[in-house]
């Protein structure tokens, strides 16, 4: 995501240039503009955020639905775009009538999604490597997020389903938008003017 984030924040005209020099640093005051920068890892910035210990976070909206965020999302970055999808090895049966086990870094995504198919199925809580779930007899289907299908298809797995489309948010901590309003919506404008060209191409 950073990869991905640090052009457009350069775009908007934000000096990015102590985070790309970072080494393993995690935390930058700019020198030049009214920003400090933190590095968080995704599951974290909704934690950061709802603490008050950021004022700004963005983040996947995988990690917004699964954390039940309360904070405001004002803006689609338009980066990061993947899928939420259900996927086994070629054998799996989706219709079959047994109570499924599904492996997923998102249970309460994979809870609702069963939900509304009126499926009670067990969830088992992976932290990584989801794929391995189907292949080791772990579990047998997971829910996870996919951008290339590379990592699906290099593991002989497929598609059953399409859960939800997933892309990078920006979100503001309710407190910090009341008191530093101006100094936010400047950013938020900024990023918005280079976002919304691309957006409007699609
Ligand atoms: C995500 C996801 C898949 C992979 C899919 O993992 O869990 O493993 O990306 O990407 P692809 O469709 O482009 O191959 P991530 O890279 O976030 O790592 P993680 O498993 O450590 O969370």
Not at 111 to 122: A, I, N, P, S, T
Not at 137 to 158: F, H, P, S, Y
Not at 178 to 187: E, G, N, P, S
């Amino acid at each position: 995501m950073e990869q991905q984030v640090l052009p457009l924040l350069e775009a908007a005209g934000i000096d990015c240039e102590l985070v790309r020099n970072k080494q393993r640093r995690l935390i930058f005051d700019s020198t030049t503009q009214p920003y400090e920068f933190i590095l968080a890892k995704g599951p974290d910035v909704t934690t950061f955020l709802e603490r008050g210990a950021a004022d700004v976070g963005i983040v996947g909206s995988d990690i917004l639905v699964e954390h039940q965020s309360t904070q405001y999302e004002l803006l689609d970055l338009g980066v990061g775009e993947c899928q939420f999808v259900l996927a086994s090895t070629p054998d799996f049966d989706p219709q079959a009538p047994q109570r499924k086990i599904i492996g997923t870094k998102y249970p309460l995504i994979t809870k609702r999604y069963f939900d509304r198919l009126g499926q009670d199925v067990e969830i088992i809580k992976i932290e990584g490597s989801v794929e391995l779930a189907p292949l080791t007899g772990l579990a047998d289907a997971i829910v996870d997020i996919t951008e290339t299908g590379t990592t699906l298809r290099e593991n002989n797995l497929q598609i059953y389903d399409y859960l939800q489309p997933v892309s990078t948010r920006l979100v503001v901590n309710r407190l910090a938008l009341k008191q530093q309003q101006t100094a936010i919506y400047d950013l938020v404008d900024r990023l918005a003017a280079v976002v919304a060209p691309k957006e409007s191409a699609k």
